[in-house]
């Protein structure tokens, strides 16, 4: 996603992210984790009675994952602050396949170190239907890092850092 | 939260939630969940290295235990369909107590059956600072329902639905 | 469940409890979480031999899920201390949905401050059927209690705290 | 535990089964496991407040790990299908380690293949003071079972079995 | 498995492992435990594009259950140092259910108290095919010690230790 | 780690891992997952006995760890086939911070599509120490792949990929 300074970072950049499939394991989970039990997420009898006819997945879960789908260089991303207009614009059940796509959609340089990156994002189910969308507010450092500097530089497939070993 | 339809709820409407202390086994396992690995939540050596000085709480996470913290009657929220001007405020470290407060900021009604609610929410510290806050949007039901109709009468403290059985 | 204080409850007295599924992860999460593996619940093979043709949730697992679809007011529930002749009934296999029935069937006070409540618990499956019976031995408060005056007057559908903030 | 047929099981034999410390991560996945987030587990602030001045392990957690420490063989274990007089009491922190105690206390024939044995089960924590109690139900087979003619004689340290196997 | 001292383990000795089926609760768990999410392991639509057509089990969870499914005598398993020649032989899938089978292929004693065992070790599947094999290497205590003398002749099926308890 | 196709990887290439502390929740998830409850991992009791005075993590979870600190790029590696020789070295303990390195030992051309890949693995605590080592074996496509073309372009920092997107 972000692997690179702020100031070579343009309105326009996109990437994808990789697929999951959310599993009944995954929404189980995320009931025990979170403790919110809506019977809509948890009860099957209760859910075929809906409209939907089947347990939902949590939207918040769906939100959750994203992070986890694209690579973070945070040698670049110094915090995610915040998130814009969220909006949870179609079911996901359980055994559908989602992956996010970014787009930066604006950059704001805030002080001589670090510059505010706001990314439109959009997850998509596996018939490419937009499940969910907002913006996700980035602080990014600016200036380029010498290679192999910090543990950071390991353990990607960046191929400027390959060779790069902590001794 | 919600516990009556949209007509009986009005702006400056509030409510605080239960708290919990995000553990170790919290952050791991939303670790665990969400498959994001960064290493401010899940190095000791790298976090200490930071100004924090210790692993973060993830903001995600704090954000997701919201709806777990407070108790939601499904009677009446009919969708909790998106969130607006989530920012994560102040860090959250393992061992802190969190718990929301919410109040109710606008009501819009929708058509003749439901309304939109938007309910500024507010997570807070055990020092009460506030951690993190943003606007939750919740689709909720116009008119009353008939006591005891539905299973989901069961499974609450309301005094007026004691009594309700299934049978 | 129990949400008023020693003195207001009386034998008859009745709560339904929310449903839920159990699946699958719940089952192995069981299995995870105690270090049971009897092959009856972790072996396909072997449960497909027996007469149940099928793995079976434990009987543990079961007993374990009835406090927390019933919602406590630990304002008023002192201890959970015991429990009398529980009884695993009937199977319950992966998918079943299950809800717990109370019933207080006995109140003896134990001295000024408290009071011993028994409740029968039933646990029932989707067609209705017991799958599950005992007796929880609880402690009560006597008195009742000033509203808003703690935490744990927060958190709850009880309309007589709505409008009870931290601060 | 139970490792041989019915009628060579007296009233008096006793086993003690394996040590196991209840760690946080044990009490927060019962939390998940079974949504109930009584505060007193869960919530530090409010634990410190107690008398106990820190958070409780459940007793309906101490209570299902039992089975998952003791040897249970299951040629001989027809059923687990009742608990009897099961009292919560002492409190068990975390970081105490506990393991069951386990005695003979009746036998009665049921019919000709099965009878019933109650053991009196003691949870012991690591100053040797009891926990929990109660009386465990099991149905057991009569008749003694040709060695190495099941999966089940796989798996154990009985020396009778060494040298099965399952071709 | 190991319940005997060194000097009583013959080349040759054998013995099978109980079987357990593995979930799709085992496949997410590995997945969130290890952060390792390639998509033939998490995304059913990649999976089903490959020439398996589903998902694959991780080789290392087949790998880590061994020696939970066989019975390990710790008090004269001194220490599990290493693996030999490990191979992933077949595909395991979601369902499949796996039991480990043990066979001594050599013995060196090593010094005054310990020898090293070192067990062929092949996983199995429902269809009798081996889908993983490799070499165990163990260090074994020697010289045979008194009953009841440690908290380890506890929670077995040994017959030998029956009557023991911790006082 | 294999971010090209088998004919640009030579003999001594290297790769170093992202770091990741071992936690207690990894511990106790690791006795969850594999039912291997050995109690110098699961009883402080017991492990403070021992010459280590605490308790171990399991060599097979920090084996397990291990494809989840380093980057895959699955368009290039076919398959991870074996382990060689692994060691479990030193002691890890609750609260250690390990990382990965690896490094080409051996590449042996397989068919016309695919070669053998051998990896020396080291596993590093804080310290510096190798607490466990071992070889591993790749199956590597050969020749080089159009950029864009699948669904594994994405999600990686690999910046010849930036830019790809799904449609």
């Not at 879960?61 to 949870?88: E, K, Q």
Request: hydrophobic share 40%; aromatic share 8%; net charge negative.
């Amino acid at each position: 996603m972000i692997t690179r300074p702020f100031d070579e970072i343009s309105v326009g950049d996109a990437w994808s992210g990789r697929g999951r499939t959310i599993t009944e394991t995954d929404v189980v989970s995320f009931c025990y984790l979170t403790g919110n039990w809506l019977e809509i997420h948890s009860n099957v009898e209760v859910a075929a009675a809906t409209s939907y006819g089947q347990r939902l997945v949590q939207g918040s879960l769906t939100f959750s994952l994203i992070p986890g789908l694209v690579a973070w260089d945070h040698r670049y991303v110094v915090a995610f602050y915040g998130v814009d207009r969220l909006r949870f614009l179609r079911p996901v059940f359980i055994g559908d396949t989602v992956h996010p796509e970014l787009r930066v959609v604006e950059t704001t340089p805030k002080d001589d170190d670090r510059g505010v990156v706001a990314l439109a994002v959009e997850v998509r189910n596996q018939r490419d239907e937009v499940v969910q969308a907002g913006v996700f507010k980035l602080l990014v450092r600016r200036g380029s890092l010498p290679l192999c500097d910090t543990a950071a530089a390991v353990g990607t497939t960046d191929p400027r850092t390959e060779g790069c070993t902590d001794g």
